[in-house]
């Protein structure tokens, strides 16, 4: 059994910054990928980026150019560096570990509110 504890949501004013870390337990961490989702209310859950086991990234277009996912593996961690945050990216953002050959297991999710 995996757990995913996601953190560093918050209120931010337009322009600003947040840095989300999301800590998984168990030992499959770095043979996983890593994506963070995003749900706005009323709205599908989407994607807003991901990383490979191997350390390969891809965001959303959306957030291309402002936002960067990393991970460390030594402690278990992926990170969502959010830069320059518009009203449009207010959501609860979510931690997804995708093991190969096996479901995935998700975190309950951080609330992001940007508002002025």
């Known amino acids: 059994q995996v757990h995913l504890v996601e953190s560093g949501g918050g209120l931010v004013q337009p322009g600003g910054s947040l840095r989300l870390s999301c800590v998984a337990s168990?030992?499959?961490?770095?043979?996983?990928?890593m994506g963070w989702y995003r749900q706005a209310p009323g709205k599908q859950r989407e994607l807003v980026a991901s990383?490979?086991?191997?350390?390969?990234?891809n965001h959303a277009d959306s957030v291309k150019g402002r936002f960067t996912i990393s991970r460390d593996n030594a402690k278990n961690t992926v990170f969502l560096q959010m830069n320059s945050l518009k009203p449009e990216d207010t959501a609860v953002y979510y931690c997804?570990?995708?093991?190969?050959?096996?479901?995935?297991?998700w975190g309950n999710g951080t609330l992001v509110t940007v508002s002025s």
């Open positions: 168990g030992s499959i961490f770095s043979i996983s990928a």
């Open positions: 990383v490979t086991s191997g350390g390969n990234s």
């Open positions: 997804r570990l995708q093991p190969p050959l096996s479901m995935a297991y």
